[in-house]
């Protein structure tokens, strides 16, 4: 669906960055144009200048999505979803990051999250990014509880992780 997305804006660059940024923050757009999250609106001077692009380019990329039914459908409906990752040190959480070598693969979030509970640990939130809107996704697991370096091991040895940190 990403790929599909961007071929719209196939013959611009700057959209293209407009675009990732919205999919990226969870933005969407409202009836008028403007980029809001939830009842909020985000100032197209402020997204243009965080990617880079004249304001223009915003209003141009926004006017696109309304007229195009798919993408009006989409850029309505988004939203975002808040995330403990940031504030994990100050509330003494442990954040898990998986990387994997086929994120297309079946069973990903279920083995992962499995040892955890295998070893009684609690999850306090899960954030899985889409194969699609990143080159590189990964599988997130916020915990209250240290990781022991048996469950390390554990999640270290599922066939198909690639690399583990913890933060």
Known sequence: ?????????????????????????????????????????????????????????????????????????????????????DLAPVLDLTVLSVEVTNAEQEGIVADVTGTLADHDISIRQTISEDPEFTDEPRLYLITDEELSGEVITAIRDLSFVRKIEIQ
Do not use: C
């Open 1 to 85: 669906m990403f790929d599909e997305i961007m071929e719209k804006f196939e013959g611009s660059p700057s959209q293209q960055a407009v675009i990732r940024l919205l999919l990226e923050r969870g933005f969407s757009v409202n009836d008028d144009g403007r980029v809001v999250s939830g009842g909020i609106e985000i100032p197209n001077t402020g997204i243009a200048r965080e990617i880079g692009v004249d304001r223009r380019v915003v209003d141009s990329t926004t006017d696109v999505i309304l007229e195009d039914p798919e993408l009006r459908r989409i850029f309505q409906n988004i939203s975002q979803v808040p995330s403990l990752m």
